[in-house]
Every structure is written in C-alpha cells, then in structure tokens.
C-alpha cells in the first residue's frame, strides 16, 4: 500500500481565516514533505520532516507553519494568506531521509486552497 | 540553465501510437530516475523509478536512462485514451527531487 490521504480535498478561505491542512500515511515513512503546485507548474518544494522533526524550510513565508504530530501525520497551518497563495498543496512520503534506503516520494492526492 | 529540461509540449498522438518522452539533466549527482502522471487536478502518481543507467520496463511503460548523457527517456506503447495526462521527470538527490516543467499529452480515440 502507498497511499498518503490529504484533507480537505478542497478549501476555500479568505485571508484573515485560520486553517489547516493534513497528511497522513501508514507506510512507516521517516520522511514527510509539503509542496506546493500551481497551475501549469511543477511541484515547488516547501518542507521536508525528517524523523518528525523539521530539516528543511525553503524560505517559506511564516503564514505557512507546518506541524509534524507524529509520525503518520503532518498538518500546514495557513494564516493571514495571499491570493497569489492559492495552489495545488501535495504532501509527499518517503522511507528514509538519510538516504540508507533509498526509497522515492509518493505523493496525496492534494488540497486545492483558493485564497479569496 | 534549469537542472532538469523536459519540453512541455503539448503533445497529442492518435490511440494506439508509442508516446515518447524525455528529459535532460545538468547535475550528474543525480542518484535516482522518477517518472510521475499526473492527471489534471490530482496529485503526481508514481509510474517509473530507476537508479542505474538501461532500461526499464513496466507493462506498457519503458524508462531508459543515459548517465553518460544526461538524459532519460518515457515511452508508453498502444497508447490509450486514458493515458491522457502530464508527465513530469523527477531526478532525486538525498532528500530532493528536481522536478522538470512536465509534458502534457493527450491520446485521440
């Protein structure tokens, strides 16, 4: 099985909301990420959890925070965004972030956010 | 010069015909060979994964990688309708994947 399920599959909010989007996965991945995509674009890396702790932020603006509960899960808390924020959110899982293994990203189905 | 160059077409081929695909890389770093599908307004589906240069098959799905080259290679065979999608090369170096701009295709019935 390499299922990762996000939710909401849609959301709409208008930029002074607070939200939250979730990730989840049993495949016993290490390694969780969060990209955004917009139209006609590929996937913009944002975050990378590795071990549940945050490794990597691609100087992403702090209206994003991201939250790794535990391991199977992972959320991004979104406040006071932009229109120009409305995007394709895809997380993504991976089984080693060291690199031992050697395993790919599979990727949820994503959130599509419309900032209005 | 981006890391990854895939020509975004469009690409649009009758049913049944081969679709060939193919990207070119500038960092020969790169451990790992990803082919993604994406169908419109769903997440990147994994299709193809390799490390090593050849070829790789899948049912309809061939990769084939180059190192020497910097170059790889997606062909589907008797293409079908539902092969409708994008597809976005991936190059994976630890923890990240260098995506390339992904190429739309559309298979007529």
């Known amino acids: 099985d390499t299922e990762v399920t996000q939710t909401p599959k849609h959301l709409v909010m208008g930029m002074t909301n607070k939200k939250s989007l979730k990730c989840e996965q049993h495949m016993g991945h290490r390694a969780m990420y969060w990209y955004k995509q917009k139209a006609k674009k590929p996937p913009e890396l944002m975050f990378v959890?590795?071990?549940?702790?945050?490794?990597i932020n691609e100087s992403v603006p702090s209206r994003f925070s991201p939250e790794c509960p535990n391991s199977s899960l992972l959320n991004l808390h979104l406040h006071a965004l932009q229109p120009e924020d409305s995007a394709l959110y895809l997380c993504?899982?991976?089984?080693?972030?060291?690199?031992?293994?050697?395993?790919?990203?599979?990727f949820g189905p994503g959130t599509r956010l419309l900032v209005l | 010069q981006k890391e990854v160059e895939q020509d975004p077409g469009p690409l649009s081929v009758p049913e049944g015909a081969i679709v060939s695909l193919n990207c070119t890389y500038s960092?020969?770093?790169?451990?790992?060979f990803m082919w993604y599908r994406q169908y419109s307004r769903k997440g990147p589906e994994l299709l193809m994964y390799?490390?090593?240069?050849g070829n790789k098959e899948d049912g309809r799905f061939t990769a084939q990688v180059d190192k020497s080259s910097k170059y790889i290679s997606l062909f589907i065979r008797d293409s079908q309708p539902s092969d409708s999608a994008t597809y976005l090369c991936a190059m994976q170096l630890d923890y990240k994947l260098s995506f390339g701009a992904g190429t739309t295709v559309t298979v007529r019935a």
């Open positions: 390799t490390y090593s240069s």
């Open positions: 959890y590795s071990y549940e702790k945050l490794s």
């Open positions: 960092n020969s770093a790169f451990q790992y």
């Open positions: 993504a899982s991976s089984q080693d972030p060291s690199g031992e293994y050697q395993e790919t990203q599979y």
